[in-house]
């Protein structure tokens, strides 16, 4: 069985870290804790391509928010097959360093599928239509409305991007 | 006569006179019993019409009614008509007013549309004077070219008639294009003949070339190239060492206390591993687990844990390979890029880890225990060993660190229990231990023999700059010496440098001359 990087990028408290551990241990903490650095998690998933059911090891890097050295961004993101951009749907600023780490990983890893988790829909409304088509238009990414806290959207998102690291094709979750 | 006749003739016309009255009579009764018929029948009529009058009464009132609501939806009907027919007729007013204005627009319109006409009539016979004019000039223009051309055509062959003889007389201060050109069919048989019949000036004018084209190819892979030789540059290195490796181990080997002896002896009698024996007496160096990992993504490629560390709890290894990636990274990026900055080792609970890298993969050994002094030494012979095997079929385990545990020369930490009967099992068990490693020493001495190869090839100073390698081909159990040569006199030179006679296994050269032969 074969492992593949993600790596999962965003401003500070988006809710990275929330995300990797409603997905991998299906657990949510409303106490916030900062990553400092950088911290793996690991998770094993069934994805379903293409008639079958295929075993898939995901190691995903789950990188500080803070502003990073771009060595040191380099350094983390360096072979990984796939990356999720995650913004932070009750903030009014939130397009803006959601561009820049979509524009990192495609300069760092380009080819590379990329997710984008509009986090937080628990506690915000949805962006207009506009707005996520341009997102999807500008990084032909899967785009998803995610809440860490109710785990809405959360494994659709990691397992439509794992099938695009795999090969198969995923639309909007 | 006459008489008689009128007198037939009479009684005749009697005759049919009262034939006729007969009929008249029958036809006047017949028709007075036809008149009777109808009086009757007329009377019956009169009666049915009495009946249908009475009854006809109520059915006439009714028609009234009917007749009169019919009558009053026709006033209505007429009304509406009327009111429909007079906002016709206020349309049809509004529309003859409109038509009006739609004539009197379309009236200016085909007065303009005469008047632009005019115009253009005025511009066209203009524009045909000037056309007329273009024309004239366009004619003596196209004779003018006509008779250029010629004089080009004329001055591309005097051209290429000075070219042919240019290229004649003096080929080296021709257009290089052409030259190209002009040599080029004759260029490959130039130098099948030169390599024919002046092989060592070819190989000496062309050999630097290629060299110099190899080194920078060499240059420009130098990430794939480190790691592809590491192994080999590992076994000439470890080749010289071994010998006083060995020479140490058996002067250190007299001095030591029996203990490794007697738990070698135990592993011997009793199937378990030696380390095992020695863990349990004391704090033994016990590699537990190795892991092979993608230096830049932290994927784990390999990995292989000890059976003397089943059953333990152990980090789970693809966190740790991504986390010594990430160590990795930090110690580089904290010492600079030149690779000098790798980590090389550190502690992880009770364990150790050390850690050896190419420019792509690193290779990580979880320890514990008391490290041997050489313990640097043999970790580098694993990465060595980690990525020969990760180049083959990439079966089997990794290191296969259960013999690695069992081979590892471990000091207990003193001496215990130095007994007659100790030293008596000891003895014995060495010369178990000399016969069951009889394979170990035939792949020692195979290990010299390439050993020796290549120093044969490194003493001749022509192949230092060509491309020489010995490998031992596990397939075949052969050593093979695979490479470039200058030319057939330095693969002679070598071919009588090799002791072939004295080797374990075969020796096979696949060897490609400079200068075109292959062996």
Redesign the interface.
């Known amino acids: 069985m074969k492992?593949?990087?993600v790596i999962v990028v965003g401003d500070f408290g988006v809710g990275k870290t929330s995300l990797i551990r409603r997905y991998v241990l299906d657990v949510f903490s409303d106490q916030y804790r900062a990553t400092l650095?950088?911290h793996?998690?690991?998770h094993t998933d069934t994805i379903p391509i293409a008639g079958t059911e295929e075993q898939v090891?995901l190691?995903l890097?789950d990188i500080e928010g803070a502003p990073l050295p771009g060595?040191?961004m380099m350094?983390?993101s360096?072979?990984?097959s796939g990356a999720i951009v995650v913004g932070d749907l009750t903030r009014p600023d939130m397009a803006e360093p959601m561009r820049r780490a979509a524009d990192m990983v495609e300069a760092r890893l380009p080819g590379r599928p990329i997710g984008i988790a509009l986090n937080k829909r628990d506690i915000a409304p949805a962006p207009d239509d506009a707005s996520v088509a341009a997102l999807k238009d500008r990084y032909g990414a899967l785009i998803a409305c995610t809440s860490a806290k109710t785990g809405d959207a959360v494994p659709n998102l990691f397992r439509d991007l794992t099938k695009r690291i795999l090969g198969g094709k995923a639309g909007t979750v | 006569m006459r008489l008689e006749a009128e007198r037939q003739r009479l009684a005749e016309l009697e005759e049919r006179s009262s034939t006729l009255r007969e009929m008249l009579e029958a036809q006047v009764e017949a028709a007075q019993q036809s008149n009777h018929a109808l009086k009757a029948e007329n009377s019956a009529l009169k009666n049915a019409l009495e009946a249908q009058a009475n009854s006809g009464g109520a059915k006439a009132a009714e028609l009234e009614a009917r007749c009169e609501a019919l009558a009053a939806d026709l006033a209505e009907r007429m009304a509406a008509e009327r009111q429909q027919q007079a906002e016709l007729k206020s349309l049809g007013a509004s529309l003859r007013a409109q038509a009006d204005v739609e004539r009197e627009t379309a009236r200016a319109l085909e007065a303009r549309c005469e008047a632009l006409a005019a115009q253009l009539t005025e511009q066209a016979e203009t524009d045909a004077a000037a056309a007329e004019k273009l024309s004239t000039i366009h004619s003596s223009l196209t004779r003018e070219a006509e008779t250029a051309q010629g004089r080009a055509a004329k001055l591309e062959t005097e051209i290429a008639d000075l070219n042919g003889r240019l290229a004649d007389a003096d080929l080296a201060s021709y257009d290089p294009e052409r030259l190209r050109k002009f040599i080029a069919p004759a260029l490959t048989g130039a130098l099948r003949d030169a390599g024919h019949e002046h092989q060592d000036e070819m190989v000496s004018a062309i050999a630097p070339y290629i060299i110099g084209t190899v080194k920078t190819e060499i240059l420009n892979s130098e990430d794939e190239l480190v790691e592809a030789i590491q192994p080999r540059i590992g076994t000439l290195i470890r080749s010289a060492i071994t010998q006083a490796v060995e020479d140490l181990n058996r002067k250190v080997d007299d001095a030591l206390p029996v203990d490794r002896w007697i738990a070698s002896a135990k592993g011997r009698l009793t199937g378990a591993p030696a380390a095992g024996w020695l863990l349990e007496d004391g704090n033994a160096f016990v590699v537990k687990e190795a892991m092979l990992i993608e230096r830049q993504s932290g994927i784990l490629l390999a990995s292989e844990r000890s059976t003397l560390d089943a059953g333990a709890t152990a980090p789970d290894e693809d966190l740790m390979a991504g986390m010594i990636a990430a160590l990795q990274g930090f110690a580089s990026e904290a010492y600079g890029a030149t690779g000098a900055g790798d980590l090389r080792r550190f502690s992880f609970t009770e364990d150790t880890v050390y850690l050896r890298g190419t420019p792509t993969k690193l290779l990580a050994l979880r320890c514990s225990g008391v490290a041997p002094p050489e313990v640097e030494s043999r970790v580098d012979d694993l990465l060595e060993t980690a990525l020969v095997r990760m180049r083959g079929d990439g079966g089997g385990d990794l290191l296969m660190l259960d013999d690695f545990n069992r081979a590892e020369p471990v000091d207990a930490g003193g001496a215990s229990g130095s007994t007659i009967a100790g030293y008596a099992l000891a003895a014995a068990a060495a010369v178990v231990a000399l016969i069951w490693s009889h394979g170990f020493v035939n792949n020692a001495h195979e290990t010299r023999w390439i050993a020796s190869v290549e120093q044969a090839i490194a003493g001749d100073t022509r192949l230092t700059p060509y491309p020489l390698t010995v490998r031992r081909d596990e397939n075949d159990a052969a050593i093979v010496v695979s490479g470039l040569v200058p030319d057939e006199a330095a693969l002679k030179a070598l071919e009588q440098r090799l002791d072939w006679n004295a080797s374990p296994v075969p020796i096979k050269l696949d060897i490609a001359l400079v200068s075109g032969a292959n062996r």
């Open positions: 492992a593949h990087k650095g950088v793996l998690y690991k090891r190691v890097w060595e040191q350094r983390y360096l072979g990984a």
